[in-house]
Every structure is written in structure tokens, then in C-alpha cells.
């Protein structure tokens, strides 16, 4: 349906902050639920943060509130995660996921079936 492709990835230092991307092709990132996963060899693919629209409260697990902030660019349909004070266990895969059309995100944001569309990756490496 559409086609998710993420940026950004990169090296950085603990503390430090990233911005991550997230373009959709053959859709927009308005009117269904867009989310960042990310996967480590240690760790089942895990939900970071979710959102529906820019008026709609994001979503995010516990492990990255007050230091992630999701935030949609309209104009080139773009979804972008910014990581703010990183540290070691945020390096992982970073995968970018789009539910069907008109899917809020709700209290099961996190559940990678909700969602139909998968990017290919961005890698993140927090150095210490």
C-alpha cells in the first residue's frame, strides 16, 4: 500500500541527539497510524513511538518518554523520530511502520501487526 523509507541513522555519542526519518511513498503519513520500532540482536523487535496526526497525542514506550519526540512534516509526508540524550541500549535497527489507511494508533501502538507496511531499516549506534 505504501512504501517507508528511513534516514538518519548514524554514529553518536551518549548524550547526544539524532533525528530520524521516515518518507512514505504511495501514501500519506496523515489519517492512519505511523510508528518507529527497533530491533537488536538481544531483543524482540520492540515499539518506540507512535502517532496519528500532529493533533493527536504521539505515543511512546516507557524506555524513551521525555528523550524521543515524534513529529510529521506534511508537506514532504515524512514522519521524523528526534532522539534526544541517547544512550547505549537506543543502538539497535530502526524500522519505520505504516498501519492502514484511517487506523488510529491506540493502546495497541505497539503491536508490530497492526501495521502492514514496513521500511528496510536505519542502523543507530550510540558510542560510549
Given at each position: 500500500q505504501v512504501q517507508p523509507k528511513?534516514?538518519?541513522?548514524?554514529?553518536?555519542?551518549?548524550?547526544?541527539?539524532?533525528?530520524?526519518?521516515?518518507?512514505?511513498?504511495?501514501?500519506?503519513?496523515?489519517?492512519?497510524?505511523?510508528?518507529?520500532?527497533?530491533?537488536?540482536?538481544?531483543?524482540?523487535?520492540?515499539?518506540?513511538?507512535?502517532?496519528?496526526s500532529v493533533d493527536a497525542d504521539p505515543y511512546y514506550s516507557d524506555s524513551v518518554l521525555g528523550r524521543f519526540t515524534i513529529a510529521r512534516d506534511r508537506q514532504e509526508n515524512t514522519l521524523h523520530l528526534q532522539m534526544q540524550n541517547v544512550k547505549p541500549e537506543d543502538s539497535a535497527v530502526y524500522y519505520?511502520?505504516?498501519?492502514?489507511?484511517?487506523?488510529?494508533?491506540?493502546?495497541?501502538?505497539?503491536d508490530p501487526a497492526k501495521y502492514r507496511d514496513w521500511g528496510q531499516g536505519t542502523q543507530v549506534t550510540v558510542s560510549s
Open positions: 528511513e534516514s538518519g541513522g548514524g554514529s553518536v555519542q551518549i548524550g547526544g541527539s539524532l533525528r530520524l526519518s521516515c518518507a512514505l511513498s504511495g501514501g500519506t503519513v496523515r489519517s492512519r497510524c505511523v510508528a518507529w520500532f527497533r530491533q537488536t540482536p538481544e531483543k524482540e523487535r520492540e515499539g518506540v513511538a507512535a502517532a496519528f519505520c511502520a505504516a498501519a492502514p489507511m484511517y487506523r488510529s494508533c491506540g493502546p495497541t501502538w505497539h
